[in-house]
């Protein structure tokens, strides 16, 4: 069975550039969370989806950040305009039951620059 | 608000020796996990813990929770080096889902 898939593994991008990461969660797996470990800080919660709604984003850090999961399956994380402190990397996890224990992605490493 | 302190940042020992990661929460939870991450590779879970006192092993290493004093341990035995990994703890909030983590400790175990 696959894991959480996450895409692009690495990326490197400009201070005003937009960047979409991608996460693919375990099939069946209706709920979908984001984290983000920022400068080799704690790993932070950003937001969770119930299949496509949106349960909490209050870990989102701003207006520049937009989530989305269509059809409930795959979501997106799209950052515009990037800065230099989005740089990090980007974790998703998901999980069947909200109270089950959630399998993480291997992450994201964002790069502005 | 929850808060977890995990120390040390960064721990570098030798193969054979024996240490310990210690992870305090500022409030009351339902579950603590410990997590392995190697370097671009997903966190994987190590342990569950839910209910204090409660203690697991696998192979080399063994956690424990105490609830009371809001603190767990990961200890690590005869370390080798493919216990090289980065390793954190994350707290669940009672009736909650959201995961909070401490800053993670990077362990390198020299030859």
């Known amino acids: 069975e696959a894991g959480v898939t996450q895409f692009p593994s690495h990326s490197v991008i400009e201070k005003g550039q937009t960047v979409t990461l991608r996460c693919d969660p375990i099939s069946g797996h209706d709920n979908l969370y984001w984290y983000r470990r920022v400068m080799g800080k704690e790993i932070k919660f950003l937001l969770h989806?119930?299949?496509?709604?949106?349960?909490?984003e209050s870990g989102m850090p701003n207006n520049r950040f937009l989530a989305e999961r269509t059809g409930g399956t795959y979501s997106t994380l799209k950052v515009q305009p990037a800065e230099l402190e989005d740089s990090g990397v980007y974790f998703c996890?998901?999980?069947?039951?909200?109270?089950?224990?959630?399998?993480f992605g291997q992450g994201t490493r964002l790069t502005v620059v | 608000e929850l808060k977890v302190e995990q120390n040390p940042l960064f721990l570098s020992m030798q193969e054979g020796k024996n240490y310990t990661i210690y992870c305090n929460y500022s409030t009351t939870s339902d579950r603590l996990y410990w997590y392995r991450q190697d370097p671009g590779k997903s966190l994987e879970s190590l342990f569950v813990?839910?209910?204090?006192?409660a203690v697991k092993q696998e192979g080399r290493l063994m956690a424990s929770l105490d609830t009371k004093a809001r603190l767990s341990t990961l200890h690590i035995t005869a370390a080798v080096h493919d216990l090289s990994a980065t390793y954190f703890c994350?707290?669940?909030?009672?009736?909650?889902?959201?995961?909070?983590f401490g800053s993670g400790t990077r362990l390198l175990v020299r030859p």
């Open positions: 996890a998901s999980s069947q039951i909200r109270n089950t224990e959630a399998f």
């Open positions: 994350a707290v669940r909030m009672d009736s909650s889902y959201k995961l909070i």
């Open positions: 813990l839910l209910s204090n006192g």
């Open positions: 989806f119930v299949k496509e709604s949106k349960q909490d």
